[in-house]
């Protein structure tokens, strides 16, 4: 059984059919040239490959996709599966190298004991409690209630604005014998 290589396939034969057919033509050709180069006639596409082929949409597949090619041994015949280079292909891991992956993943997140952890939880909790206590301010201002509008509070209010006085009229000019020399007379 071969390993798994990595492969750059060019899509410009997609872009080659009518502008409805394309990301259809696009997986037709990642099926052919894995069944080319893996030398096998079974051949399954993984489900972020076809994601990313069909993403945008029918009519604009990408021009080429990075895929990485495994081989899988199944009780009768050998598959190849293919997918996206930067897939994990946790479809392809057999349960027992799922379970030796999780142990090793708890033992290196987690190499202190339990007691430990339940001591720090419970001490941390009070901290975030006074945490925020403290950025709240220790006694809470009273509301102030609206005012209702009564005879004396309209008193106050009109005392503690003095009112504008008013605006002079304009000064009328009054004509004295002196001004009545200076214009022309009328005819």
Request: charged share 40%; no cysteine; aromatic share 4%.
């Amino acid at each position: 059984m071969a390993e798994k290589r990595l492969y750059t396939i060019p899509l410009r034969d997609a872009w080659n059919v009518s502008i409805k057919k394309r990301s259809k033509r696009a997986m037709s050709v990642i099926r052919i040239f894995a069944e080319r180069h893996m030398k096998t006639d079974s051949v399954k596409i993984g489900a972020e490959l076809n994601h990313l082929i069909w993403s945008r949409g029918i009519k604009n597949p990408p021009r080429k996709v990075k895929v990485q090619m495994v081989p899988k041994k199944t009780d009768d015949a050998e598959v190849v599966w293919v997918d996206v280079a930067t897939s994990s292909m946790d479809y392809l891991k057999t349960d027992k190298e799922k379970k030796k992956e999780e142990k090793k993943s708890t033992v290196k997140a987690a190499p202190k004991t339990a007691a430990t952890e339940t001591k720090k939880e419970t001490e941390a909790e009070p901290k975030k409690t006074d945490a925020k206590a403290e950025a709240k301010p220790k006694t809470a201002p009273k509301k102030a209630e609206p005012k209702k509008a009564t005879a004396d509070t309209k008193t106050e209010a009109t005392k503690a604005k003095p009112k504008a006085a008013p605006k002079a009229a304009p000064k009328a000019e009054v004509k004295t014998a002196e001004t009545k020399k200076a214009a022309p007379a009328k005819k």
